[in-house]
């Protein structure tokens, strides 16, 4: 029997490994209905979450995640009035749920630890995309549970983690390579968010932005694609309606726009002092000498002693965002800073205590109240007329995103998208900009980035470039390569850069001196000229005092200065002597190093692995 069962096994394995060789013959068609697939998955994923967030909040927690409704209030004796439990209950209560988040997360995927978008990136810089599929089910119930029992967390970074490891699954699934596996990773992060805020916009975005590190087009169709999947999922069965009702607003004077520019860089010193906070929290907490529990019980202790005095910072906080844009006259502005400060301490204490959850959603509350002060304040002491406070509370949310995640563009997208309303563009706009300048200024890292950081990688576009800092230029740089005089024609120019695999090719002397290079820019100026062409030679196209490189620099450098200027070589002149032309380095030689720095550094963790078991039940995941 046992031998039939394996046959048959192994007969649809072979009928299923061709199917899938037969569709990845249609190309893009097949990444675009593997889009769709992740897409469907994430978004129902989402649902299922949503859905137990709910669960854990009403039936476990005693409906202490949502303590303040869209029609809460706002005192203390309210707040504790909707309970039957005692005030201890109220303080245990956060406590257990973060203890119990953290003792599944250690017990079953330590991945599912924390806010979720750091380890989506690694995965993406170091692994290509590959994530173990338990995770999803793990940072799901989890993060249910500390959202639930009042861990002051967002949804977002979950969703993001969990459709990222669905689409890991699904690449894995199809045997796709490294970029297709990346893509799709991308397509579950956005379908991710595009599911739990009915935003697909913003999560094409968010994916293009911060998980693949750049908008390029050839990946942002599949990530579109999934992103409006999982949205079309979550509208079947949450429906359509924005996650926040404002009313319309619009410039009262020309002078706002100085307000909101002020707005925009008080966002962005907050928000890097949420990520400073959040990471020192994390310090705080790993030097205490105890047992993870005991750390999630004091973290959770914190949180319910905080939520005695304000309610609002339980859970997810949503109903407090909604009422601080519709009616933020109905809070003092001690009040609405205190949330403001507030939330970035409790968000900060839930995570570093063991908890797991996002700081997407804990930004916009942070954003929105501390918007609505600003605007309460100026109200008060403009000399000229100021629109009313929520208009800034709108502003102040997508400028404290972009600060904190230095992403400005989907910052703005996912404000107008959540609130359904595009009136508010340029100070919007404006706000978000000079937010993630502002924060860009004051600290070089993201909250998302700056975790990576600290464990000692270094993600810029998409790579790990941590790996590249301990290489050397001269360990990779050509040395037998292509190369003119100043005196060779213009026909013989060109066809040394074509046959050539370098976008220039370098000019020397007639002492053999490095004097410029001829790129394709160079090029293509000549061509569409009408001059005579026959008449010219390399030195009157030749760049002069383009930007060089030596032997002793670090590849990180200068992959990240061949990114910024988008561009595919440089030349590498000698550290004593500029002049002299040593070698070119190319982006190509520097994406080949680092693959295999990164299969060097794999085999090296698995040979120092004191737990070889781990490999086993990570494969059977």
Not at 26 to 38: D, K, N, Q, R, S
Not at 108 to 130: L, T
Not at 306 to 312: D, E, I, R
Not at 417 to 435: F, I, K, N, Q, R
Request: glycine share 10%; hydrophobic share 50%.
């Amino acid at each position: 029997m046992n031998f039939i069962l394996k046959n048959r096994s192994r007969g649809f394995e072979k009928r299923f490994a061709e199917t899938i060789l037969r569709l990845k013959a249609y190309g893009p068609t097949f990444m675009v209905m593997a889009a769709v697939l992740t897409g469907v998955i994430a978004g129902l994923a989402i649902v299922g979450f949503r859905w137990l967030i709910v669960l854990s909040n009403d039936y476990l927690f005693l409906d202490i995640g949502d303590s303040f409704p869209r029609d809460g209030a706002h005192n203390v004796s309210d707040f504790l009035g909707g309970f039957t439990a005692s005030t201890l209950l109220v303080l245990l209560i956060p406590g257990v749920g973060i203890a119990l988040a953290a003792f599944i997360a250690n017990r079953y995927a330590v991945e599912a630890k924390g806010h979720g978008v750091p380890e989506v990136m690694s995965a993406m810089a170091r692994k290509a995309g590959i994530m173990r599929p338990r995770v999803a089910l793990v940072k799901t119930v989890v993060s249910a549970i500390c959202i639930g029992s009042g861990g002051s967390v967002g949804q977002v970074g979950p969703s993001v983690q969990v459709g990222s490891v669905l689409g890991s699954a699904v690449g894995q699934t199809l045997k796709l390579s490294e970029n297709g596996m990346k893509t799709l990773v991308a397509c579950g992060a956005a379908a991710g968010l595009a599911a739990i805020f009915n935003a697909p916009i913003t999560g094409t975005i968010f994916a293009s932005e911060v998980i693949l590190g750049n908008l390029g087009l050839n990946n942002i169709t599949p990530v579109l694609i999934s992103s409006v999947a999982g949205s079309a999922m979550a509208r079947i069965f949450l429906g359509d309606e924005p996650a926040f009702f404002v009313p319309a607003f619009a410039l009262e004077s020309s002078w706002e726009l100085v307000l909101y520019c002020i707005l925009g860089v008080c966002a962005g010193v907050l928000a890097t002092g949420f990520t400073k906070t959040f990471y020192t929290m994390e310090d705080v907490f790993g030097s205490i000498h105890a047992h993870y529990i005991t750390k999630a019980i004091i973290g959770g202790a914190i949180v319910g002693v905080v939520g005695l005095f304000l309610p609002q910072l339980f859970g997810l906080g949503f109903g407090t965002i909604d009422k601080l844009l519709y009616n933020p006259n109905s809070f003092s502005i001690p009040l609405a800073i205190a949330l403001c400060l507030g939330k970035i301490v409790l968000t900060s204490v839930t995570l570093a205590a063991g908890g797991s959850g996002g700081v997407y959603g804990p930004s916009l509350f942070a954003g929105a109240s501390m918007g609505c002060a600003f605007g309460l304040v100026f109200n008060h002491i403009a000399p000229f007329e100021v629109a009313s406070a929520e208009a800034y509370g709108v502003a102040g949310m997508s400028g404290f995103l972009a600060g904190a995640t230095h992403a400005p563009i989907q910052a703005i997208f996912i404000v107008f998208e959540l609130t359904g309303d595009y009136h508010e563009v340029v100070p919007v706009m404006l706000a978000s900009v000079l937010s993630a300048m502002t924060a860009k200024r004051l600290l070089r890292y993201s909250i998302y980035t700056l975790k990576n950081k600290r464990r000692g990688e270094r993600i810029e576009i998409g790579q790990d470039l941590s790996l590249l800092e301990k290489v050397r230029v001269a360990d990779v740089m050509e040395r037998d390569f292509p190369h003119v005089t100043r005196d060779t024609s213009f026909v013989k120019v060109l066809q040394t850069l074509y046959k050539s695999k370098m976008d220039m090719v370098p000019v020397l002397d007639e002492n053999g001196n490095f004097y410029g290079i001829v790129g394709f820019h160079q090029v293509r100026t000549v061509i569409h000229s009408e001059g005579p062409q026959d008449l010219i030679v390399a030195n009157d196209v030749a760049l002069r005092a383009p930007l060089t490189v030596t032997p002793s620099a670090n590849l990180a450098d200068v992959f990240t200065e061949l990114g910024m200027l988008d561009i595919n070589s440089l030349p590498v002149v000698s550290d004593e002597d500029p002049k002299k032309l040593v070698g070119v380095i190319t982006r190509g030689s520097i994406v080949s190093r680092y693959r295999k720095e990164v299969i060097l550094e794999s085999e090296v963790e698995r040979s120092y692995s004191f737990f070889p078991t781990a490999k086993t039940s990570s494969n059977k995941s």
